[in-house]
């Protein structure tokens, strides 16, 4: 009888629509302490981090800036907040 290990799978949840799904599937959104935000491609960067579902229609779909500053617990500057749509937006458009 050979008893494999299960993998342990981290789930997070999208600040958009509120589902939990694996981490894998998920673009993150960092706060660094130096205050900046942007996306975070490796999903390992330090600071205060969002999760937004990669592949689905939350990326599609308007980000509301007073969810994603609730989550990072931060005000954003109107550069910051126009930068990170243009992210968002240029990963909607290579999803589709």
Do not use: N
């Amino acid at each position: 009888m050979s008893s494999k290990r299960v993998r342990h799978v981290p789930f997070r949840t999208c600040v958009a629509c509120g589902k939990k799904t694996a981490k894998s599937d998920l673009v993150r959104i960092a706060a660094s302490p130096s205050g900046s935000v942007a996306m975070d491609e490796s999903g390992k960067a330090s600071g205060r981090g969002a999760y937004l579902c990669s592949g689905g229609d939350c990326v599609q779909e308007p980000l509301r800036r007073g969810k994603l500053e609730f989550a990072m617990r931060r005000k954003m500057s109107d550069d910051a907040w126009s930068r990170l749509r243009a992210s968002v937006e240029a990963l909607a458009s290579a999803e589709r």
